[in-house]
């Protein structure tokens, strides 16, 4: 396959006794026979593809470009057709069988392609980004045009280059909206603002590209025959559409709808039925003369997305098809290229044109960006991220290769040209953009501390399941809500994406969203916090969302809010929980949800750690409903996140029901920095203060000596048994003799020192707990960059970057 016989050689028939090979000790070469051979390919392109992309993930390059190294690699540009492994692995007479699996999944892929795209996009897409689409579709296309045109009349080149100068030209001045969301999931930047401009944008040039490709390949089929069948093709176009539309897709409801009534996951046999209707829409296609892929795509757009039959299909289908199928695609695509066979001025006259394209795109985006007061960073990185191109344009050129609208050698270099550029473009987007930048260029305070204790206190609170929303409830009864100090709180609701390319951030206080299947999901959750803003509807006020995105970028979705009302804290629950019959269930993609929010939030944040599992919400509604004192301890060692937790316990202690002991530990040797000593020194005499004067109840403070890390132990032992919550600072000095060989038990490092210990898993108490850690401003000098720090002010201008009417409420106030 990968020889210079799979460019031009041919092969009739072989002898073949035997269709399976029997082993070698029958004296058979595993290598004679085509599914040994098969295995072979997948096993070596699937592995070479894995091991390279590991390799530059870390440099931002996208998996497009380690799938085309893999394939050149194989393919005789590389070896030159004369290596033995290679050509025992690749033999002339697999070819067949290989490009026959590979196109299969291909047409798997994109039928993928089609469930991940959201139509609803285009319609949604605000003024901003259709012009930024269409102007990044125009641009290149006028372009490549005038430049075509100017060196087809002044330039001596190759008689057939001149002749598919114009298709050249409309090839490289493409683009494909799934390979830009491929490429905004590599580099985790999907949940930015400026990746929901770019799918936003890109869906409108993908539309405005592929439409212009199908309209071209229709024209250039048609003008290959003796008669004239374009209006045939069309019909045929229109009948498969009308197929797919009123016949296909509502049998799709009716399988969703049953799936929906079982209760269970969806059935084999419904899935069997899928495939029968992919199977059948790339035959039609074929039938037709259209590209065999113009169906399942088709297909895919037709199918419901989300759970549960969209997000089904992709769980079964994505990553059998991504790591197995698509690497022996471009190993294919890989041996379809002999860079040897090059001519140099019409590699240079290619590469312009291909140059001129990706100009083109970034003008073409970043103009109409500059014009609606984006940075000039931003528009950049957005005009980089629209010029890339991946395997839908590689798809496009070997149908037109198939049509003679391109060479061979055209086409070699057009591909090359497309990974240069692209595998150009990833690392410069992840080292000039960096959507976290803008959390930490926020210079006022955000935090319980610095809140005052008459002004509206603003939490927002992070939901992964409905089993989180009764220690929730709890928390935020217990920070004391009253009519003096009100609370306004904002709900978001994560829930993993899939069966979709593009995240969504939905807004429940918006008239016509809660409509749709995926806020559904959030109803019983949002119901909960509603009966308890009814109970106290002078004293709270909530907003609720519900971020559909993927883990790897989750966070963004919470930062953003975050940063744009202003929160002084944002609670997450931890990422071990308890189940009702006793068992530690660990999610993994929470904890990374949980770290990164960690790293990156502009307030404070803290991590809720629920050791017992609470009935029903209803249990937890108000704590005026219990005889007995809800008991909180908190344990102040020294730092800025103790005296966060400190401010916070301060606010539950002027509870009625609340009884607090905060347990300061001293360690008498201790040498700390000045100033740390003395803001510490100085928030307990305020809290003793307060404590004095303000007639609280139930309040005290104890001391505690601890030599080294033994008493700290002792001390947090005989605490975990005696409190309901106990709150904890995260950071703490590592050199200091009460933490030194802690570090060597840290089983959740996310929780710090003395938050682990009550967390980890050796841990008798079931005391719940609050790991807080205050938000952290001018650590790093990166941060301070003049361009990249958004005002507050400014930074509500970009904040909806869809244009989507109301997707960015305005804060609301009890003030």
């Not at 683009?175 to 929901?196: E, Q």
Request: glycine letters at 6%; aromatic letters at 10%; a neutral charge.
């Amino acid at each position: 396959m990968s020889t210079q016989a799979a460019h031009n050689g041919s092969w009739v028939c072989q002898p073949n006794r035997h269709y399976r090979s029997r082993g070698i000790f029958f004296g058979d070469s595993p290598f004679s026979f085509a599914n040994t051979v098969l295995l072979a390919q997948l096993s070596l392109s699937s592995f070479l593809t894995s091991l390279l992309q590991c390799l530059l993930t870390p440099l931002g390059e996208s998996s497009f470009i380690s799938q085309m190294l893999v394939g050149l690699a194989l393919g005789p540009s590389f070896y030159g057709g004369d290596n033995p492994i290679l050509e025992a692995i690749f033999p002339f007479k697999s070819f067949y069988v290989s490009e026959t699996f590979a196109y299969f999944g291909c047409m798997v892929f994109m039928f993928l392609v089609g469930i991940k795209m959201d139509l609803s996009l285009i319609k949604k897409s605000g003024k901003k980004a259709m012009v930024i689409g269409f102007m990044a579709f125009l641009t290149p296309m006028l372009f490549n045009f005038f430049l075509s045109t100017y060196l087809k009349s002044s330039v001596e080149m190759d008689a057939h280059l001149k002749n598919t100068l114009n298709a050249i030209g409309a090839f490289q001045a493409s683009s494909s909206f799934h390979v830009i969301a491929c490429l905004l999931t590599d580099l985790k930047l999907l949940n930015s603002d400026i990746g929901r401009l770019a799918l936003s944008s890109s869906m409108i040039s993908g539309a405005l590209s592929w439409a212009g490709l199908v309209i071209g390949f229709t024209l250039r089929q048609t003008s290959m025959q003796q008669q004239d069948a374009l209006p045939w093709m069309a019909l045929c176009l229109v009948c498969m559409m009308i197929l797919v539309i009123y016949i296909l897709r509502p049998i799709m409801f009716w399988i969703v709808e049953q799936t929906n009534l079982s209760g269970r996951p969806i059935k084999e046999v419904y899935v069997f039925c899928l495939f029968l209707m992919l199977l059948f829409c790339a035959l039609f296609s074929e039938f037709v003369g259209q590209h065999f892929l113009l169906g399942p795509m088709i297909l895919g757009l037709a199918v419901p997305d989300g759970p549960p039959l969209g997000s089904a299909l992709v769980d079964k289908l994505d990553s059998f098809v991504s790591s197995i199928m698509l690497p022996c695609y471009f190993v294919i695509s890989g041996a379809r290229i002999n860079l040897s066979t090059i001519n140099v001025r019409s590699a240079v006259i290619i590469n312009l044109l291909a140059f001129t394209a990706f100009i083109g795109k970034v003008i073409g985006t970043m103009l109409p960006s500059l014009y609606c007061k984006m940075s000039l960073v931003d528009s950049l990185s957005l005009g980089l991220i629209m010029s890339t191109q991946g395997i839908a344009d590689i798809l496009s050129l070997q149908h037109g290769l198939l049509l003679f609208m391109i060479d061979q050698t055209s086409y070699s270099m057009m591909v090359v040209a497309m990974m240069v550029m692209t595998g150009t473009i990833c690392p410069i987007v992840k080292m000039i953009y960096n959507p976290s930048k803008k959390y930490k260029c926020i210079m006022r305070r955000r935090t319980i501390e610095h809140t005052s204790a008459t002004g509206e206190l603003r939490l927002l609170l992070c939901i992964h399941d409905q089993d989180n929303t009764p220690s929730i409830i709890n928390m935020l009864e217990l920070s004391n809500p009253t009519i003096k100090s009100p609370i306004c709180f904002y709900l978001i609701h994560l829930l993993q994406l899939t069966g979709r390319a593009s995240p969504l951030l939905i807004n429940h206080h918006l008239p016509g969203r809660r409509g749709s299947k995926r806020c559904n999901l959030s109803d019983q959750i949002i119901n909960a916090f509603q009966i308890y803003q009814q109970f106290n509807y002078d004293k709270v006020i909530m907003n609720a969302f519900t971020s559909v995105s993927p883990y790897a970028t989750m966070h963004d979705d919470v930062c953003m809010l975050a940063l744009e009302k202003r929160v002084a804290m944002v609670i997450v629950p931890f990422h071990n929980r308890r189940t009702f019959n006793g068992i530690v269930e660990s999610i993994n993609q929470i904890r990374g949800v949980n770290k990164n929010i960690l790293s990156k939030a502009p307030c404070s944040v803290g991590i809720l750690i629920d050791r017992v599992m609470l009935p029903s919400a209803v249990a937890s509604i108000s704590l005026t409903n219990r005889v007995d004192l809800y008991k909180v301890g908190m344990i102040f060692v020294e730092g800025p996140d103790d005296r966060e937790a400190l401010a916070y316990a301060t606010r539950m202690a002027e509870h009625p029901k609340v009884a607090l002991t905060v347990v300061r530990v001293i360690e008498p040797k201790q040498i700390r920095h000045p100033a740390d000593q003395d803001l510490d020194a100085e928030m307990i005499k305020e809290f003793k203060l307060i404590m004095a004067t303000s007639g609280i109840k139930h309040c005290s403070y104890e001391e505690e000596i601890a030599n080294d890390c033994v008493g700290l132990i002792n001390v947090i032992r005989t605490m975990e048994h005696d409190y309901d919550l106990i709150l904890v600072g995260r950071r703490h000095d590592g050199d200091s003799a009460l933490f030194v060989g802690l570090n060597e038990w840290n089983e959740y490092p996310e929780l710090g020192f003395i938050g682990d210990m009550l967390a980890s898993s050796d841990s008798s108490g079931a005391v719940a707990v609050l790991v807080i850690q205050q938000q952290t401003i001018g650590g790093d000098q990166e941060f301070l960059d003049d361009f990249r720090c958004l005002m507050e002010e400014s930074f509500s201008v970009e904040i909806n970057p869809l244009n989507i009417p109301g997707a960015w409420p305005q804060k609301p106030s009890l003030t």
